[in-house]
């Protein structure tokens, strides 16, 4: 082992001085009279230079790596950050499709068991403290104090310091695996006993959430580098968090109220607010898991200590972390959506109360992650119901999020599609969450590949998707250039639906019973494993066609010379960064600003079409016309629903239909059997509530999303929205068919609906010409 | 179908799925037969508790645990096991065949008795990927339609004439200048020669490799080359060090040969010893010249 230490320090040397006289022979560092391009300033650096670099004026900073190193502006700490943090997610990313590619086969073949176990524990650490972190505060780095009006940061050194803190911390969390790959390829050419000490680390097997007593016991010394280096990570992100706290509420120019801030600054704030008091408790608890594992304490040990205490602690810290990483990116989805939707985000102020709500209760939910632990069943019942309760705030964003988008000038850029998609995998990803919270559900499920789906549908298909389209919504800004559109949307398409697919494969796995974190399992569940794994690489192919558009782009996409590259003044939705950038573009390149005509510019909150909204009736020409709606409508239906029923009665008789649904409701209403007519009571009561389903409920809905069903004409959209009522009636009605019975039953009941449909739609057409009835159809 | 869509999203859309359902065959196909060349599977880790851990293992679950003495185990056991204890992280590979009722025992986690004292031991199998040999020729024909319709948007845009790249314009910045001849300069070629000096180590590959990357960021193809000497002198010289000092240090490039190229057969081990050492030579400035040049646009 000295032998090694000795060695490595005399190649350290070795390669000091050949790299000095390397230097030397190729003439750096350069100078103008060596024949470099470079020009010096007066005031030092070599600013002139890295315009033409670069493509714009460093204002003075020093050039070159100097520049990186030691500066303390908050845009090139905010580069910085989002460089390292896509790094860390390259590298984090990779980790995951190594996860998938073993998962192809049942057996621990392609990778060790133990290497396994390794990739999925540094997967964890490196995508949530290392990528999705400085992702979102390199972003709010850059963006925030141009929202506010800031100079800069409010401690802009403290703000340097908490960037250069998280390299070191990754090289520490990562190091057993970059010591290993440097032994493997040095013990190609020098004797392994002269390295070994390059073997003493190895990736630690513990899961990120480092569950005692297996971390305490870990022998690997890796363990404790990690620690070390997630310790270093909380500081740098507690640093950070002080940094964004102060800016907004001491930095903030004179206009600039707290109801001016954006959604964005909101959420950092929140956010910021969360990683002080999390980030600083995950500390606590690292010291004491290193004090347990080098210094005989006994804070989570079997004997004297509790191991679940660890587990409360770690989620105390763990649960807020999710939204830590997760508030950010529904702040960028606030931000980017209204820009695309030509309307003005609906409802700003109950998105900011959601949030602050999310914020507050996150800190009372950790222990739903505990439920298997055999705690006191009335803890886990008030954690179940707040577990539950924060699903109310996260849907008010959802239904605000739609609600912004009904009715607006939709643009189907890259960025928008992103939105769109991440809204999807998050109300999945979050309504299987909520499903989650509740205890028996949670209790089956628990430590099942449907934990991993649910979170991953968060953490992948909405928060990654979001960093995306921040990518390419401030790319112009970013760079002065602009990226292939046509390749970004297509990335976002590849993207959300690889998420789709990838982590709803998770999902089914989970509820068929697969338990998570093993490199073997059954081979019943290959297929279904291969499918997801195909979604991870279609999502990789597509992260790689996104990082080849950012760098493409930076080199060959087209000059920025309009700073309103998405047409953002036309809905008066031209915000403060674009204002930023517009003043940028003309004082150094001297760019006029344009305006659109003044008779395109719309307020953005006013819909497309205000013709289409009609004059506020009376009260009695309301009714009336109300009336005159049900009864067409009643009679509609009634017409439909019987038709419908006599397909339906001749499909029964047939044999291809049971109505067990029908005669079930008796049963769970508790009547007695009996008959009615002649009929058994519980299908009169079955059929009863059907027909009136048809006659009252269902044309209601149709009436009132008439507009809303897609078709040609009149009758096609009753067909459509019959084929959309038929899935859940031919699951419902379903009564284990095989066959050529199950084609008949399928067939049968789109038959029905069909019909149902059809007259429907020629019933209300008929009667409203006929009554002159005011409907949306 | 408006044929522009088709061509710029639908096509490319379903070639990134048939892309994706060939990556995984395509791996597994091709590491397959490498990866028993190579020694990555066949041999299970050993892992050793020692008597403070091994208690909390064989004393829960009221299950009885095969017990051994030490003398007992095999000579791959008895190896292997003494290697864990060595090990900082308690594990170690087993070199060799455990008969059939010792490696039974040892899946299950058996309890050893060495020096009078408990200990903990377990094995992990690794075995080794077995793929249907159908399933690497269909996953890169999936590759090829993949890539093919992956591709297929730039076909389109060069068939109606439209910019290669979405936003294309004349004013191209060049991404390598900021190495070649901007700020980053020196920190690029220091820090490329020292990447390549460590992944040149890789035999055959390595030289073209770090050949590769010194002449990314070289400021000239004359440059690049005479780095790519420096590059290739002192990679040959490591090599032949290493070569005194470990004469078995490339052994296992005659079966890989065989492995990749059947037909060739066997080579002669020395030869390839002194092919390996030497190759550097021309393969860095080759490749360090070469990739400055086909670069120059970048």
Redesign the interface.
């Known amino acids: 082992m000295i032998g090694g230490g000795v060695l490595a320090g005399a190649l350290a040397v070795c390669a000091l001085v050949c790299a000095t006289y390397l230097a030397r022979t190729i003439g750096w560092p350069a100078t103008v009279a060596a024949g470099s391009s470079r020009q010096a300033r007066s005031d030092g650096g070599y600013a002139r230079r890295m315009a033409v670099y670069t493509g714009f004026d460093s204002h003075g900073k020093e050039s070159g790596l100097f520049r990186w190193l030691t500066t303390v502006d908050h845009k090139d700490i905010g580069l910085l950050y989002i460089f390292f943090g896509a790094a860390a997610g390259l590298w984090g990313g990779t980790d995951g499709m190594m996860i998938r590619t073993e998962l192809l086969t049942p057996a621990s073949d392609v990778w060790s068991a133990g290497t396994y176990n390794g990739i999925f524990t540094t997967h964890g650490w490196t995508m949530l403290i290392f990528f999705v972190t400085p992702v979102f505060f390199g972003i709010a780095n850059y963006f925030l104090p141009i929202f506010i009006d800031a100079d800069d940061m409010a401690f802009p050194r403290l703000n340097a310091i908490g960037f250069w803190l998280l390299p070191p911390s990754l090289v520490m969390v990562r190091g057993g695996l970059i010591t290993e790959m440097v032994g493997k390829i040095l013990g190609l050419v020098i004797p392994i006993q002269y390295i070994d000490f390059l073997f003493a680390l190895e990736p630690p097997e513990l899961g990120w959430y480092i569950y005692t007593p297996l971390s305490v016991t870990a022998t690997n010394p890796q363990v404790d580098i990690a620690l070390l280096g997630l310790h270093l990570s909380g500081i740098a992100t507690v640093m950070a968090s002080i940094n964004f706290i102060a800016t907004i509420f001491v930095e903030r120019s004179e206009e600039t109220t707290w109801a001016d801030l954006g959604i964005f600054t909101w959420s950092i704030l929140v956010t910021a607010g969360l990683a002080l008091f999390a980030f600083s408790l995950l500390g606590s608890v690292l010291v004491m898991l290193l004090l347990d594992r080098n210094f005989a304490t006994t804070f989570f040990a079997i004997d004297g200590g509790s191991p679940l205490l660890f587990q409360n602690l770690f989620w105390f810290w763990g649960h807020p972390e999710v939204y830590i990483i997760f508030l950010p990116a529904t702040g960028l989805l606030s931000t980017i959506l209204p820009k695309f939707s030509g309307r003005k985000l609906f409802g700003y102020k109950y998105i900011v109360y959601s949030t602050l709500a999310i914020g507050v209760l996150s800190f009372g939910v950790w222990a739903h992650h505990m439920f298997t632990t055999g705690m006191d069943p009335r803890i886990r019942a008030s954690f179940m119901a707040v577990s539950i309760a924060i699903a109310v705030p996260s849907a008010i964003k959802v239904f605000n999020w739609l609600t912004t988008m009904w009715e607006g000038r939709i643009r189907l850029t890259a960025p928008m599609l992103l939105c769109i998609g991440a809204i999807g995998n998050f109300v999945v990803g979050g309504i299987t969450g909520v499903f989650l919270a509740a205890i028996p559900v949670d209790l089956v499920l628990s430590d099942t590949y449907y934990i991993v789906g649910h979170f991953h549908f968060i953490v992948a298909g909405f928060i990654a998707a979001m960093m995306m389209a921040a990518s390419y919504y401030w790319y112009p800004i970013l760079t002065g250039r602009m990226y292939d559109r046509d390749l970004a949307r297509l990335q976002a398409v590849i993207f959300s639906v690889g998420s789709a697919i990838t982590f709803g494969s998770l999902l089914i796995l989970g509820q068929l019973g697969l338990p998570r974190r093993y490199a073997s399992y059954p081979e019943q569940f290959a297929p279904l494993m291969q499918v997801a794994s195909i979604g991870a690489y279609a999502m990789g192919i597509a992260t790689l066609m996104w990082l080849f558009n950012m760098l493409q782009s930076y080199r060959v996409g087209a000059v920025v010379t309009d700073a309103d590259v998405w047409d953002l003044k036309r809905s008066q939705q031209f915000s403060r960064e674009w204002q930023w950038f517009e003043k940028r573009l003309e004082s150094d390149y001297g760019i006029v600003p344009t305006a659109p005509p003044a008779e395109e510019i719309r307020p953005s909150a006013q819909w497309e079409t205000p013709e289409r909204t009609p004059a506020a009736p009376t009260a009695a020409e309301d009714f009336r016309s109300i009336a005159r709606d049900a009864v067409v409508g009643a009679a509609g239906g009634a017409l439909a629903v019987t038709l419908m029923s006599a397909v339906l009665g001749a499909a029964t008789l047939l044999g291809f239909l049971q109505p067990p649904l029908l005669t079930g409701l008796a049963r769970i209403l508790g009547i007695e059997p009996g008959t009615v007519f002649g009929l058994p009571v519980s299908l009169v009561l079955g059929f009863a509530v059907f027909y009136a389903g048809g006659v009252i409920f269902w044309p209601t809905v149709f009436a009132a999303g008439a507009g809303r069903f897609p078709g040609g004409n009149r009758v096609l959209v009753g067909l459509s929205f019959a084929m959309l009522l038929w899935p859940g009636f031919a699951l419902g009605f379903y009564s284990g068919q095989t066959g050529f019975a199950l084609v008949a039953y399928l067939g049968s009941t789109l038959l029905a609906h069909a019909v149902y449909g059809a007259t429907l739609s020629a019933s209300f057409e008929y009667l409203n010409d006929r009554y002159e009835i005011a409907s949306v159809l | 179908m408006d044929r522009n869509y088709l061509f710029?999203?639908i096509v490319?859309?379903i070639g990134?799925?048939v892309?994706?359902?060939g990556?995984?065959g395509a791996?597994?196909g091709t590491?397959s037969p490498v990866q028993n060349t190579f020694g990555l599977?066949g041999s299970p880790?050993m892992t050793v508790f020692g008597p403070?851990?091994s208690p909390?293992t064989t004393s829960s679950g009221g299950f009885e645990f095969p017990q051994f003495a030490y003398e007992e185990l095999s000579d791959p056991a008895r190896s292997a096991f003494e290697e864990a204890l060595r090990s900082?992280?308690?594990?170690h590979s087993v070199e060799g065949t455990l008969s059939p009722d010792e490696r039974e025992a040892l899946l299950t986690g058996s309890v050893v008795i060495y020096e009078g004292t408990e200990y903990y031991a377990a094995i992990?199998?690794?075995?080794?990927?077995?793929?249907t040999p159908l399933l690497l020729p269909a996953s890169l024909l999936a590759l090829l339609v993949g890539g093919v319709g992956?591709l297929a948007?730039i076909a389109w845009r060069r068939r109606v004439g439209r910019p290669l790249?979405?936003?294309?314009?004349g004013?191209?910045?060049?991404?390598l200048?900021?190495f070649r001849?901007?700020?980053?300069?020196?920190?690029g070629?220091?820090g490329s020669?020292?990447a390549a000096?460590?992944?040149g180590?890789?035999?055959l590959i390595g030289p073209l490799l770090g050949g590769s990357i010194v002449g990314a960021v070289a400021p000239t193809t004359r440059?690049a080359a005479v780095?790519g000497t420096?590059l290739g002198a002192?990679l040959t010289g490591?090599?032949a060090?290493?070569t005194v000092?470990?004469p078995s240090?490339?052994v296992f490039v005659p079966p890989l040969v065989v492995t990749l190229a059947p037909l060739v057969g066997p080579p002669n081990a020395q030869g390839v010893t002194i092919l390996v050492v030497l190759a550097p030579l021309l393969l860095a400035p080759v490749s360090a010249a070469a990739t400055r040049r086909l670069t120059r646009s970048?």
Do not use: K, W
Request: with cysteine.
């Open positions: 710029t999203y490319p859309l990134a799925f892309l994706a359902a990556i995984g791996v597994l590491y599977c880790d403070e851990e909390q900082p992280t308690d594990r992990t199998p690794h075995p080794c990927v077995n793929v992956m948007p790249h979405g936003g294309d314009t004013n191209v910045r060049s991404g200048a900021l001849e901007g700020p980053y300069e020196g920190v070629l220091i020669f020292g000096s460590v992944v180590l890789v035999p440059r780095l420096y002192l490591i090599l060090v290493a000092l470990l240090a490339f970048l």
